[in-house]
């Protein structure tokens, strides 16, 4: 199985044990910073440790860690460059699977700006994003962003994450990857079987998010074992359990 949505900088050990224990053989960790950063240069020591120091925390525990990198826009207040610069030699160097979090959530002048330029750094690198929706204002949100991304990237190369029962009809009909977030307070396993039982398995990935908020790290594991005891195809179920994920990030899994 593969988390396509975490935050291991803010989890401990413990939890990667217990996913890889569930049957969590690969997870991608996302770069988000939940506090008001004063210089790019507090981001990119932040951004240099969830690399080095977290893959290699979940690797004592049996997680194959892989990583996203980029300017979550509740960190788009900092002057961006130096951060851009890195990313161009992370994705030389394969370092990261994908640009991400990026996104929108307040619709600020510099979140906005910030979020062109990812798009544009992965279209001018053949790279995937991750792309983050909030949790209030989803669909305003969600429109923008849609309006955005033609404009520099191929739908076909980013994943919109965070996508609900509100809003799945907005996208069902792009050429987007969907994530699905099962976390508490966010949408629980049953209502995202719901999705996968309406529009089918081909074009959405699981994750968990954990994060410094109320979460679950077996949530991957859970809403899979629940599709087995319903009854799925196991063909259908190894889609949204790692094959969509491999496919889509290029992943060479363990």
Known sequence: MIDTHMHADSRSGEDFGEMYLAGINTAITCSFYPFRIEHEMILLNHLNRILKLDTARAKEHGLDLKVALGIHPANANINPDTIFENLYKWIETKAIVAIGEIGLEDLTENEIDIFKRQLDIADETNS?????????????????????????????????????????????????????????????????IAILDEYGFDKFLLNSDISNKPSDPLSVAK?????????YAEGEINKVSHENAEKFFNLNTV
């Open 223 to 231: 809403t899979i074992r629940e599709l087995q005891r319903l009854g």
């Open 128 to 192: 995937k994003v991750i792309i983050h929706t909030p949790r209030k204002n989803k669909r305003e949100v969600l429109k923008e962003i849609m309006n955005i991304v033609p404009n520099h990237l191929d739908e076909s190369q980013a994943v919109i994450d965070h996508i609900n029962p509100n809003v799945i009809q907005d996208v069902i009909d792009t050429d987007y990857m969907l994530g699905l977030t099962v976390q508490p307070q966010k949408m629980e396993k049953e209502e995202a």
